[in-house]
């Protein structure tokens, strides 16, 4: 402890990052030769008396300490004994090099991967938005099989469908959920009409079955409009954060999930952020395609490659799963389940100016996740946790000052701004996603892409901004409140947001404002803001400081220890941003040798 505190002050005295490491897959972490004897972040004095030969763990613990951060566990006996065998301490050494290589290699890299991208992103789950277990991102109807004792014993019929067991409406599909096999759906699920009927407020209206199994609308093509339910209790396989196969568990993880992907692949860590790929089962995958054909993207009905096992055999997957496994968390190109999350990255559209609507935003990693975006379900606090966890951002309160009187916006008046003024200008980038309604089996709630889509039902004439139903609830009456013009938030003018109401939603940083001291490109959405902690070298200093954490035991101290920290990143960035490389080079560094 002495020797690693003595170096963090060494080294705040200006060690700078000068030279360039080594490449994979044994970067060096050594600081330039004028810092003196660096080891890692800690720099030996002679007048400690300790020898920085004589001062490395002994190989039994160098293994220990290797494997319970590379698997999570100690050696066993098996291990321990090889290592004993090994011979003399030159060789026990290399056996631990060895250890290390295969484990870097194996599952448990993997398992490590997600579990440490589940503390550091810490996603929640979906929050009920009813009664449980109501949650909403599945946007289909829940299916359950008819008991033996009714006209069609072993069918699946809607929930609450009057007698639908005992209907002669019947249809033979193939399901979505069970490829190869074949199933039969009574009652309304059968329904292949291109209206129905459906009750609002208590009454029956007439409605379009545009491939929503609303009301009387059957489950569609493969019964992709509706989820089968297994157990007694409607819902709940799917809500339970103990079921690991659970669509909602399994949305929450998705960012964790994609974390350990790249890792796992020796992907760039900035696709966790900026790529337009993700990571799925084919639960996870449903609630995307239900998104698109929400939005009006009924091609997306017939379309099978997220669910049929031949079309994503081939798929990279997680190396815990087999390749045609549906909970195999499997590699998609996320605007090929729901196009209006584009693959497209230089996306920019400003509402004061351009006519046409918007064709989706840009996807982003993690930040168009729908756990993500549902987790956090307004885009402040989207915004504020993007900050603290992507660009390791500390949003404290202030102390003793004193600031202009609060009237209307948070970013420039009263205490607030403080952290607003911090927060906005990122989650400017976020508003374009909220949910409306409560869920009922899944279906009820809608998730609005406002603006978004020419022929989308995601758009709005000036009423909802009267606050009369159906615009009285939420999200309506958070965007009557917050979004409001001649704001950070909302840099539109009064005149503007009366003459088109949806400039409200701009979602892109204008040039004067800043973020990081980055000025955006105009990208809009979350890729915007992955653009600009990118640029602002915020993102790779985060991602350093959390492997450094699950490596070392530590945080880098930023104040004390910027060269080390700046020579981390630069063995983060030369080895092309991937994970693997910096965890070897961790481990390799006399740091992590000597225990500090």
């Given at each position: 402890m002495r020797i690693a505190?003595?170096?963090?002050?060494?080294?705040?005295?200006?060690?700078?990052?000068?030279?360039?490491?080594?490449?994979?897959?044994?970067?060096?972490?050594?600081?330039?030769?004028?810092?003196?004897?660096?080891?890692?972040?800690?720099?030996?004095?002679?007048?400690?008396?300790?020898?920085?030969?004589?001062?490395?763990?002994?190989?039994?613990?160098?293994?220990?300490?290797?494997?319970?951060?590379?698997?999570?566990?100690?050696?066993?006996?098996?291990?321990?004994?090889?290592?004993?065998?090994?011979?003399?301490?030159?060789?026990?050494?290399?056996?631990?090099?060895?250890?290390?290589?295969?484990?870097?290699q194996s599952p448990v890299f993997y398992k490590a991967m997600f579990e440490l991208g589940s503390e550091w992103l810490h996603i929640p789950l979906i929050p009920p938005t009813a009664d449980e277990p109501e949650y909403g991102a599945q946007q289909q109807r829940s299916v359950q099989v008819c008991d033996v004792t009714t006209l069609n014993p072993g069918a699946w019929a809607k929930i609450r469908d009057g007698d639908a067991c005992n209907s002669t409406q019947v249809l033979e599909v193939e399901p979505w959920w069970a490829p190869g096999t074949s199933v039969t759906l009574v009652g309304s699920a059968a329904s292949t009409s291109d209206d129905g009927v459906d009750l609002v407020e208590g009454n029956e209206v007439e409605v379009p079955c545009r491939g929503g199994p609303r009301g009387t609308c059957g489950c569609g093509p493969h019964a992709v409009r509706c989820h089968p339910d297994f157990e007694t209790f409607a819902g709940y396989e799917s809500f339970v954060s103990f079921n690991a196969d659970g669509q909602r568990r399994q949305l929450a993880e998705e960012p964790a999930r994609l974390f350990a992907h790249l890792a796992w692949f020796d992907r760039p860590l900035t696709e966790l952020i900026a790529g337009h790929i993700s990571v799925g089962t084919t639960n996870v995958q449903a609630a995307y395609v239900m998104q698109g054909i929400e939005g009006g993207r009924l091609d997306l009905l017939d379309d099978d490659s997220w669910w049929r096992t031949l079309r994503f055999v081939d798929a990279a997957h997680d190396p815990l799963h087999d390749g045609g496994d549906a909970n195999a968390w499997r590699e998609f190109d996320v605007s090929a389940r729901n196009p209006f999350l584009l693959a497209a990255r230089d996306t920019t559209f400003d509402p004061r100016v351009d006519v046409v609507a918007l064709p989706g935003v840009p996807?982003?990693?993690?930040?168009?996740?729908?756990?993500?975006?549902?987790?956090?379900?307004?885009?402040?606090?989207?915004?504020?946790?993007?900050?603290?966890?992507?660009?390791?951002?500390?949003?404290?309160?202030?102390?003793?000052?004193?600031?202009?009187?609060?009237?209307?916006?948070?970013?420039?008046?009263?205490?607030?701004?403080?952290?607003?003024?911090?927060?906005?200008?990122?989650?400017?980038?976020?508003?374009?996603?909220?949910?409306?309604g409560s869920a009922f089996e899944g279906f009820g709630a809608t998730y609005l892409m406002p603006g978004v889509g020419a022929d989308s039902p995601w758009h709005f004439e000036p009423s909802w901004r009267g606050g009369v139903y159906p615009f009285?609830?939420?999200?309506?009456?958070?965007?009557?409140?917050?979004?409001?013009?001649?704001?950070?938030?909302?840099?539109?003018?009064?005149?503007?947001?009366?003459?088109?109401?949806?400039?409200?939603?701009?979602?892109?940083?204008?040039?004067?404002?800043?973020?990081?001291?980055?000025?955006?490109?105009?990208?809009?959405?979350?890729?915007?803001?992955?653009?600009?902690?990118?640029?602002?070298?915020?993102?790779?200093?985060?991602?350093?400081?959390?492997?450094?954490?699950?490596?070392?035991?530590?945080?880098?101290?930023?104040?004390?220890?910027?060269?080390?920290?700046?020579?981390?990143?630069q063995v983060f960035v030369d080895s092309d941003r991937r994970v693997r490389p910096l965890v070897r080079a961790l481990i390799d560094s006399d740091i992590f040798r000597r225990g500090l």
């Amino acid at each position: 402890m002495r020797i690693a505190l003595l170096g963090s002050l060494l080294l705040g005295a200006g060690c700078g990052g000068a030279g360039a490491p080594s490449s994979f897959p044994t970067p060096t972490l050594s600081l330039p030769a004028d810092c003196g004897d660096a080891v890692g972040g800690a720099t030996l004095d002679a007048s400690t008396g300790l020898d920085p030969v004589d001062d490395l763990l002994e190989p039994g613990r160098l293994l220990r300490r290797a494997a319970l951060v590379l698997r999570g566990l100690p050696p066993d006996d098996d291990e321990l004994e090889a290592l004993d065998a090994a011979g003399d301490d030159d060789a026990q050494r290399a056996f631990v090099s060895a250890f290390v290589d295969d484990a870097l290699q194996s599952p448990v890299f993997y398992k490590a991967m997600f579990e440490l991208g589940s503390e550091w992103l810490h996603i929640p789950l979906i929050p009920p938005t009813a009664d449980e277990p109501e949650y909403g991102a599945q946007q289909q109807r829940s299916v359950q099989v008819c008991d033996v004792t009714t006209l069609n014993p072993g069918a699946w019929a809607k929930i609450r469908d009057g007698d639908a067991c005992n209907s002669t409406q019947v249809l033979e599909v193939e399901p979505w959920w069970a490829p190869g096999t074949s199933v039969t759906l009574v009652g309304s699920a059968a329904s292949t009409s291109d209206d129905g009927v459906d009750l609002v407020e208590g009454n029956e209206v007439e409605v379009p079955c545009r491939g929503g199994p609303r009301g009387t609308c059957g489950c569609g093509p493969h019964a992709v409009r509706c989820h089968p339910d297994f157990e007694t209790f409607a819902g709940y396989e799917s809500f339970v954060s103990f079921n690991a196969d659970g669509q909602r568990r399994q949305l929450a993880e998705e960012p964790a999930r994609l974390f350990a992907h790249l890792a796992w692949f020796d992907r760039p860590l900035t696709e966790l952020i900026a790529g337009h790929i993700s990571v799925g089962t084919t639960n996870v995958q449903a609630a995307y395609v239900m998104q698109g054909i929400e939005g009006g993207r009924l091609d997306l009905l017939d379309d099978d490659s997220w669910w049929r096992t031949l079309r994503f055999v081939d798929a990279a997957h997680d190396p815990l799963h087999d390749g045609g496994d549906a909970n195999a968390w499997r590699e998609f190109d996320v605007s090929a389940r729901n196009p209006f999350l584009l693959a497209a990255r230089d996306t920019t559209f400003d509402p004061r100016v351009d006519v046409v609507a918007l064709p989706g935003v840009p996807a982003a990693g993690m930040l168009t996740s729908l756990g993500f975006l549902n987790g956090y379900p307004r885009e402040r606090l989207r915004a504020a946790r993007a900050l603290e966890a992507l660009a390791c951002e500390s949003l404290d309160p202030p102390q003793g000052l004193v600031f202009n009187a609060y009237r209307r916006d948070p970013a420039s008046e009263g205490s607030c701004q403080h952290c607003h003024r911090r927060i906005d200008p990122a989650a400017i980038h976020f508003k374009r996603w909220a949910k409306a309604g409560s869920a009922f089996e899944g279906f009820g709630a809608t998730y609005l892409m406002p603006g978004v889509g020419a022929d989308s039902p995601w758009h709005f004439e000036p009423s909802w901004r009267g606050g009369v139903y159906p615009f009285d609830g939420e999200p309506f009456a958070h965007w009557n409140r917050w979004y409001a013009p001649e704001t950070r938030l909302t840099p539109v003018t009064t005149a503007q947001a009366a003459q088109n109401p949806e400039v409200l939603f701009i979602d892109f940083l204008p040039p004067d404002q800043t973020l990081l001291g980055q000025t955006s490109d105009g990208t809009v959405g979350p890729l915007g803001y992955a653009k600009l902690i990118i640029d602002a070298g915020a993102f790779d200093r985060c991602v350093v400081r959390q492997l450094h954490k699950a490596v070392i035991g530590r945080d880098v101290d930023v104040a004390l220890e910027a060269g080390y920290l700046d020579r981390l990143v630069q063995v983060f960035v030369d080895s092309d941003r991937r994970v693997r490389p910096l965890v070897r080079a961790l481990i390799d560094s006399d740091i992590f040798r000597r225990g500090l």
